[in-house]
């Protein structure tokens, strides 16, 4: 399990739909530029897409890691959220049933990046971390399974992206990486069950590409 004294790294996660009608332009505007763009803010490290594959309102999902959670309200990156690319205003425009969320990662078991992410959202309330570093500690040593990660939402970061869209709660992520999908499933749905989650609650993803260190 990764132990540091330095802040927790930040994580924007940003969960959505896309009108099918333009999913091909969507599709190239992340890969072409949206993706360069972003790593290319001084703190950040690597972006990451994923897509899901259970059918879902919400079919792609794009992970965006960084120093940690002051890059997010650094000049740099207020510059490149304030002064969106007209590609970029269109396909957010397009966009559907988007959750964006920003935190950090106050738990992280494991190393490396798994194919394939499962993963489920924790209800805001309070939680035990010692409890909770224990579980993911546990899943990681499960065969497959490489990396278990806690993103804890800040709330003030985490600006909606498209109109009309409700603010983030104070809720948490759970996601398990893993070599093979149907045990990152397993794995998310055996700890959501102990979490009191549904297990139908837990969503699957394959890596599409990445970039970054």
């Not at 790294?9 to 099918?20: A, Y």
């Not at 990662?105 to 992410?117: P, S």
């Not at 992206?161 to 398990?176: I, N, Q, S």
Request: glycine share 8%; with cysteine.
């Amino acid at each position: 399990m990764t132990e540091s004294r330095r802040p927790p790294q930040g994580r924007l996660c940003i969960w959505t739909g896309i009108d099918p009608a333009h999913e091909l332009d969507f599709n190239r505007w992340y890969d072409r530029e949206h993706m360069q763009e972003r790593v290319a803010i001084p703190g950040f490290r690597s972006a990451r897409r994923l897509a899901a594959l259970d059918p879902g309102p919400r079919p792609y999902l794009a992970l965006y890691d960084t120093d940690d959670l002051s890059v997010f309200g650094s000049d740099a990156y207020r510059r490149a959220f304030s002064n969106q690319t007209e590609w970029s205003l269109r396909n957010f425009a397009r966009m559907r049933d988007t959750q964006r969320r920003v935190g950090a990662l106050t738990i992280e078991a494991g190393e490396g990046e798994g194919g394939a992410l499962a993963m489920f959202v924790l209800p805001p309330g309070p939680r035990d971390p010692a409890a909770l570093r224990a579980l993911l500690g546990r899943a990681v040593e499960a065969d497959h399974v490489v990396r278990a990660t806690l993103l804890e939402t800040d709330v003030a970061l985490s600006t909606p992206l498209t109109a009309g869209a409700p603010p983030a709660p104070a809720d948490a992520l759970v996601k398990v990486e893993a070599t093979r999908p149907e045990v990152a499933r397993a794995q998310a749905a055996s700890l959501a069950g102990t979490l009191g989650v549904p297990a139908d609650a837990v969503h699957v993803f394959t890596t599409l590409w990445r970039l970054g260190a």
